[in-house]
């Protein structure tokens, strides 16, 4: 560890250390709301990428709770921080946000960050934010980076409406059931993938949603090497079947057509009578009336219309 910085040990983590520190911290150090759990976002890849705010705050809190100390301490050291850190992370998250709330109920103040981006978005901080509010300490978040929201205001496609996967299940059937869901999303759709895995995550995409569906890949975003590549899924696979895949992705792929959709119910109606169409509504429970309305509907027709057609073929 280097001799700018000191860590806490996950043992210290329920005691209260002095509030005494020398020069402009401590005068800093008033101005924050005693016993506050303040989420900092921190950068993704470049380190210019900090809010002030969540730099005044790193430098007065009483406590830095990280996913992966050895990391953040490049952060700190970059920034002349030398707030006592503690892990906080996947493997020991409830256990010690329990001794953070802890800490938390005495007064201390505790910023919690992750390795990259916005903790508790697809983080353990999720955790330690939930027992918080259920203690009734209070919980503040400091805006800043965010892969996914990066890659999406790079990738080109529809940005108003959205959803964020994060790292697909690795257990095959919640893999499968999530994938099986994605395939009528129409709303873009934003992944995170480790270089390792990209290939594999390709071709159950590919299986899910089709080769043709339009992406973009985004990789090592605001870094040197900084990637922002549109695609299709054939096109990613195609590259990667003879290039190793290098640092983390974010993959932005195109939802389906809202008329794609439309157009494969059309289909799928197009094998029953009208009579069967309504009547496999009425077998759901529905009145007849609303069975012909909804009939009507998938068919782009007028309820009259669906009527007078069970009408005329009653007669005959």
């Given at each position: 560890?280097s001799?700018?910085?000191?860590?806490?040990?996950?043992?210290?983590?329920?005691?209260?250390?002095?509030?005494?520190r020398?020069g402009?911290?401590?005068?800093?150090?008033?101005?924050?709301?005693?016993?506050?759990?303040?989420?900092?976002?921190?950068p993704?890849?470049?380190?210019?990428?900090?809010?002030l705010r969540v730099?005044?705050t790193?430098?007065?809190?009483d406590?830095?709770?990280?996913?992966?100390?050895?990391?953040?301490?490049?952060?700190?050291?970059h920034?002349?921080i030398h707030?006592p850190?503690?892990?906080y992370?996947e493997?020991?998250?409830?256990?010690?946000?329990?001794a953070?709330v802890?800490?938390?109920?005495?007064?201390d103040?505790?910023?919690l960050?992750t390795?990259?981006?916005?903790p508790?978005?697809?983080d353990?901080g999720e955790?330690?934010?939930?027992?918080?509010?259920a203690?009734?300490?209070?919980?503040?978040?400091?805006?800043?980076?965010?892969?996914?929201?990066?890659?999406l205001?790079?990738?080109?496609?529809?940005s108003?409406?959205?959803?964020?996967?994060?790292f697909?299940?690795?257990?095959?059937?919640?893999?499968?059931?999530?994938?099986?869901?994605?395939?009528d999303?129409t709303?873009?759709v934003?992944l995170?993938?480790?270089?390792?895995?990209?290939?594999?995550?390709?071709?159950d995409?590919?299986?899910?949603l089709?080769?043709?569906?339009?992406?973009?890949?985004?990789?090592?975003?605001?870094?040197?090497?900084?990637e922002?590549?549109?695609?299709?899924?054939d096109?990613?696979?195609e590259?990667?079947?003879?290039?190793e895949?290098r640092?983390?992705?974010?993959?932005?792929?195109?939802?389906?057509?809202?008329?794609?959709?439309?157009?494969?119910q059309?289909?799928?109606?197009?094998g029953?009578?009208v009579?069967e169409?309504?009547?496999?509504?009425?077998?759901?429970g529905?009145?007849?009336?609303e069975?012909?309305?909804q009939?009507?509907?998938?068919?782009g027709?007028?309820?009259?219309?669906?009527?007078?057609?069970?009408m005329?073929?009653?007669?005959?």
């Open positions: 560890m001799d700018k910085h000191r860590e806490e040990s996950n043992e210290s983590a329920g005691s209260v250390p002095s509030r005494s020398s402009s911290g401590g005068a800093a150090r008033a101005a924050l709301p005693a016993g506050t759990l303040y989420i900092c976002a921190t993704i890849g470049n380190l210019e990428d900090i809010t730099l005044n790193l430098k007065t809190v406590l830095i709770a990280a996913e992966d100390t050895r990391n953040s301490i490049k952060l700190l050291n920034y002349d707030t850190m503690t892990s992370h493997y020991n998250k409830v256990e010690k946000a329990r953070l802890a800490r938390l109920q005495e007064g103040s505790i910023a960050i390795d990259a981006g916005t508790a978005i697809s353990p955790e330690l934010v939930r027992q918080c509010l203690a009734g300490v209070p919980v503040t978040s400091l805006p800043g980076p965010s892969a996914c929201v990066t890659a205001t790079l990738s080109g496609l529809p108003r409406r959205f959803c964020f996967e994060a697909l299940p690795s257990e095959k059937k919640e893999r499968r059931w999530i994938l099986e869901e994605l395939k999303e709303r873009t934003i995170y993938e480790a270089p390792h895995h990209l290939t594999a995550t390709l071709g995409l590919k299986e899910a089709g080769g043709a569906r339009r992406m973009t890949l985004c990789r090592e975003l605001t870094k040197k090497h900084e922002v590549w549109q695609t299709t899924i096109g990613a696979l590259r990667f079947a003879g290039e895949p640092g983390e992705c974010v993959l932005v792929l195109e939802g389906r057509t809202i008329e794609s959709r439309r157009e494969e059309a289909r799928a109606w197009d029953l009578t009579e169409h309504v009547a496999s509504y009425e077998a759901q529905l009145p007849r009336k069975a012909m309305r009939a009507a509907r998938d068919r027709l007028s309820r009259r219309d669906i009527y007078r057609y069970l005329e073929h009653e007669e005959t």
